[in-house]
């Protein structure tokens, strides 16, 4: 009868204790064919062994909307978080074996819900006045569900260095990130890589060497955590350094987590001279790596294969989504070859948990965590006077965006000097979700949330009105180009160029017109301030979040700008304490239609 490769542990066991069995009840009768079948087995030539790998888990533990105070869904069926994912692994370790599975992460674990910002701002895992702080459920979580390595996301530092290392103490595995430098030393600032065993009765050891790189936007993204700390060199230049060691070390297999998209694209211009989605370009010219977990871009690639320009070898790479969307699978068959193994088959596919229950272990440690969160993101802190929708905030401007912009222009004004306060102030933000609405009546901290998803802070930069109009432009070409005397459709109007809706800034303060019909660079009409025309000359102040203001989504001019004002609040808490402060939310009080579409100057909507 064949032998399951899979269960060969249990067969070995059986097969010890059946031996013993008639070892003791008639060991004077044993035939010489017995005695044969009591030679140690042939040391296997073959062996399989899979690394399962999850990205951009953005502190989801639970299938649940923290926005909408709801189980999560959406359109296509998809379900959120770990503790989902959870069952899909112990179900992969049950069918292949404990000790034939990896399981890897490839960054932004600890940002992205109301349960993220509460363990880092409201509860703070790094303790307060005194107080140690709780484990971080993201911690406990991947603790429980046994992790072996996770890459450091550019998110991971959006609380901090202190946070992030706080953490990184929290957690029974390896935060790992080769391209993560000190700035001082230029040695690494985490651990770049570690070195996994899957252990094979009789045989060697498969060494499995795991080694991380993160997103170069971190030194833009934010700069004002890792200035003179910490800086981030290229992916494929980090990797050119660490992959030759590992091969070094005597590893089998060289897999990589990569939080960098596989496009070879970047957001930012020339504003720094490496890769953000360079996972494809590390795969293509860095010799020796068998697979790579892709992060940071937000898709599911179920498998994708780039050859190697040097040794013509196939470098697997996969993508799981986001969020727990996905669960990527590497499978990998190996051979034994004069004394050493070699990757003879790997394949890759993605999961869905969504037909699977949550893990009952993760509920039953973390359950009263979010039980916390669902009670602080409830929490009533004034009222609204009407229903203000984000729905039509991609081409409108609607009074729950002047909201953002009235927060934002009132803390800048704040905390200008006298010189620049008599300067002409204005604001610029993103409509991040389509979906957020903050009700008429009772205001919750869930409804702020929902309408401002990011941990932004603020800024107040100066830009002249030619720089203005060229980054107002570069914002126009977030539309597709539609003819005079054509019917805009709303649903295939917006995300030109890949130019997503939180890179889109509206602003607040001038006035203007988008001519969706002229080509991109000369959309901008009839830009003014108090019903003057801008002149190229006259300088503004512009409050900013820091994504932006320090070079996020590629804007120009803005990241080289003057600071005139910068603070450490975040613009979420700035909303919140506005609303606190006025008791109700009224749009009369910012509400103001200063931009439009249009097309030829005819008004589109």
């Known amino acids: 009868m064949p032998v399951n490769p899979l269960n060969r542990r249990e067969f070995v066991k059986t097969s010890a204790v059946t031996g013993a069995a008639v070892a003791v009840g008639g060991a004077a009768l044993t035939t010489p064919a017995q005695a044969a079948d009591r030679k140690p087995p042939k040391k296997p030539r073959t062996w399989s062994f899979s690394i399962l790998g999850t990205t951009d888990l953005h502190s989801h533990v639970f299938d649940w909307d923290y926005y909408k105070d709801a189980a999560y869904s959406d359109a296509k069926g998809n379900s959120v978080g770990v503790a989902k994912v959870a069952t899909l692994i112990k179900q992969q370790r049950a069918a292949k074996g404990e000790d034939r599975v990896l399981l890897v992460d490839a960054g932004d674990i600890i940002q992205g819900t109301s349960l993220g910002y509460y363990f880092a701002r409201v509860d703070p895992i790094t303790g307060a006045k005194g107080k140690k702080g709780p484990k971080h459920p993201m911690a406990v979580a991947m603790n429980l569900m046994r992790y072996d390595a996770a890459a450091l996301g550019n998110h991971e530092f959006n609380y901090g260095i202190e946070t992030l290392?706080?953490?990184?103490?929290?957690?029974?595995?390896?935060?790992?990130?080769?391209?993560?430098?000190?700035?001082?030393?230029?040695?690494?600032?985490?651990?770049?890589?570690?070195?996994?065993?899957?252990?094979?009765?009789?045989?060697?050891?498969?060494?499995?060497?795991?080694?991380?790189?993160?997103?170069?936007?971190?030194?833009?993204?934010?700069?004002?955590?890792?200035?003179?700390?910490?800086?981030?060199?290229?992916?494929?230049?980090?990797?050119?350094?660490?992959?030759?060691?590992?091969?070094a070390l005597g590893c089998d297999v060289v897999f990589l987590t990569d939080h960098s998209g596989l496009d070879g694209s970047s957001s930012w211009g020339d504003a720094l001279p490496y890769v953000e989605n360079a996972s494809n370009l590390v795969a293509e010219q860095v010799p020796g790596i068998d697979a790579i977990l892709v992060g940071h871009t937000h898709v599911e690639v179920p498998s994708y294969t780039v050859k190697n320009a040097e040794t013509g070898e196939d470098v697997l790479l996969s993508e799981p989504y986001c969020w727990g969307y996905r669960l990527s699978v590497f499978d990998f068959e190996m051979e034994l070859e004069h004394g050493r193994w070699k990757v003879v088959s790997k394949t890759a596919t993605t999961l869905n948990p969504n037909t699977v229950d949550e893990d009952p272990q993760i509920k039953k440690h973390l359950e009263a965590d979010h039980e916390l969160v669902v009670k602080y993101v409830n929490t009533a802190v004034g009222t609204c006077t009407e229903d203000l929708s984000a729905a039509e905030s991609c081409w409108k401007d609607v009074p729950v965006m002047d909201f953002i912009h009235e927060v934002q222009t009132e803390a800048v004004k704040a905390g200008?000097?006298?010189?620049?306060?008599?300067?002409?102030?204005?604001?610029?933000?993103?409509?991040?979700?389509?979906?957020?609405?903050?009700?008429?009546?009772s205001v919750t901290i869930k409804d702020i949330a929902g309408l401002y998803i990011y941990d932004n802070t603020l800024y107040g930069k100066k830009l002249t009105g030619a720089q203005l109009k060229d980054y107002l432009e570069y914002a126009a070409k977030y539309y597709h180009q539609v003819p005079a005397g054509t019917a805009v459709d709303t649903a295939t109007l917006t995300n030109a160029n890949s130019f997503w809706d939180y890179m889109y800034d509206t602003a607040a303060g001038v006035d203007y017109e988008i001519d969706i019909a002229a080509a991109e660079g000369s959309r901008i009409k009839n830009l003014t301030h108090n019903g003057a025309a801008v002149a190229d000359d006259q300088v503004f102040v512009v409050a900013v979040n820091n994504y932006r203001a320090n070079g996020g989504s590629g804007y120009p001019h803005i990241a080289a700008a003057e600071t005139a004002f910068s603070a450490p609040d975040q613009v979420r808490d700035l909303m919140i304490a506005y609303v606190i402060a006025k008791g109700a939310l009224n749009p009369a009080d910012f509400a103001a239609v200063n931009w439009k579409l249009t097309q030829g100057g005819t008004p589109v909507f």
């Open 165 to 247: 290392r706080k953490f990184e103490s929290q957690c029974d595995f390896p935060l790992l990130a080769a391209n993560a430098l000190d700035a001082k030393t230029l040695r690494p600032a985490f651990q770049p890589y570690t070195v996994k065993h899957i252990r094979v009765p009789g045989a060697p050891d498969i060494k499995v060497g795991i080694m991380g790189l993160t997103n170069p936007g971190i030194a833009l993204w934010d700069k004002d955590n890792v200035n003179g700390r910490m800086v981030f060199p290229g992916l494929v230049e980090q990797a050119k350094k660490y992959v030759p060691r590992l091969r």
């Open 416 to 441: 200008l000097s006298t010189a620049d306060a008599a300067l002409p102030l204005i604001s610029v933000a993103a409509p991040f979700s389509r979906t957020a609405d903050i009700p008429a009546g």
